[in-house]
């Protein structure tokens, strides 16, 4: 008996790229200029679903406000992408490590070894989605290229049953994440100029867009005052130097005026700022502060 030839996949990011049969033959020069070229269409993606986007902020917003944690859920490089995110908000915000929450397909090892087959398994990720106790204040940003990976689908169906709020990014449109999520939002990136590798611009559309959402984020939280991140964590000499410069920028002060100021602030440059604007003391300063939910413009009484 003949086989049957098998239907052709119809997620966009498993298609063949129709502009490049001959990438093997491609001297270096032209090979560069394709990849790099080809990542222009990670932005306009991400461009295309900035409406989507912003309602997922507005969604999420209030449920951090009183609390909640973002957890990110994927497998392979979108679960990669997920642990940087939650990892970079604690320096440059000075979000706590324990409301940042990153779940991967294949666990810790799956960081820096492929765990291929762990993706598969959707009873595994609703499992981890109830081990990190995700409950009705928390929002868990799930992420899979395909937009059909089963240990995502099952994280997802976990964290609606226990009350989460649920955004999905997906690099196919009309897929079973898109569905599952409260929030969906399509990065239609198309096929890879190596078909099928989903690391190449569908990952970097998803890098962009997990900036983006975490960013706004922190911005609508009070993290940042005008474009300066005045809750930076100062845990290295450069980040030291750098909330000096923020310091004096915002106040106008001196050097060695924003460096006193920062000492009495513990290295808070929001408290910093308040301190050196309103002739204020460091207690002073984070009593006003608190009672403007952490908002410096807030707190200055410029909002």
Request: glycine letters at 10%; a neutral charge.
């Amino acid at each position: 008996m003949t086989a049957l030839p098998s239907p052709p996949d119809p997620r966009r990011t498993e298609g063949v790229h129709p502009d490049h049969a001959d990438l093997d033959r491609l001297d270096t020069l032209a090979l560069v200029q394709v990849f790099a070229d080809d990542q222009r269409a990670a932005v306009e993606a991400v461009r295309a679903a900035a409406p989507a986007l912003a309602r997922a902020v507005e969604a999420a917003l209030p449920r951090l406000e009183r609390g909640g944690r973002l957890v990110y859920v994927g497998a392979g490089t979108s679960g990669r992408l997920g642990v940087l995110d939650a990892t970079e908000l604690t320096p440059t915000f000075s979000w706590p490590m324990t409301r940042a929450v990153p779940l991967i397909a294949g666990g810790e090892r799956a960081i820096r070894q492929a765990v291929e087959g762990a993706e598969d398994d959707a009873e595994a990720g609703g499992a981890d989605v109830c081990a990190a106790g995700v409950g009705p204040q928390d929002v868990l940003i799930a992420v899979a290229a395909s937009g059909t990976t089963p240990y995502v689908l099952g994280a997802v169906k976990a964290a609606r049953a226990a009350g989460a709020l649920t955004i999905g990014l997906a690099n196919n449109p009309g897929t079973p994440l898109l569905a599952a999520v409260d929030y969906p939002v399509a990065l239609d990136t198309g096929p890879e100029v190596i078909s099928g590798s989903t690391r190449l611009k569908a990952g970097t559309a998803q890098k962009i867009a997990l900036n983006t959402l975490s960013s706004a984020l922190m911005v609508r939280l009070g993290k940042v005052y005008g474009n300066l991140m005045v809750d930076v964590k100062a845990s290295n000499a450069k980040l030291e130097a750098r909330a000096v410069r923020l310091t004096c920028h915002a106040t106008g002060a001196s050097e060695a005026e924003a460096r006193l100021a920062l000492a009495a602030a513990g290295g808070r440059v929001k408290t910093a700022l308040v301190m050196l604007r309103l002739g204020l003391s460091a207690p002073e300063a984070e009593a006003r502060l608190a009672a403007a939910d952490g908002h410096a413009r807030a707190a200055l009484g410029e909002a």
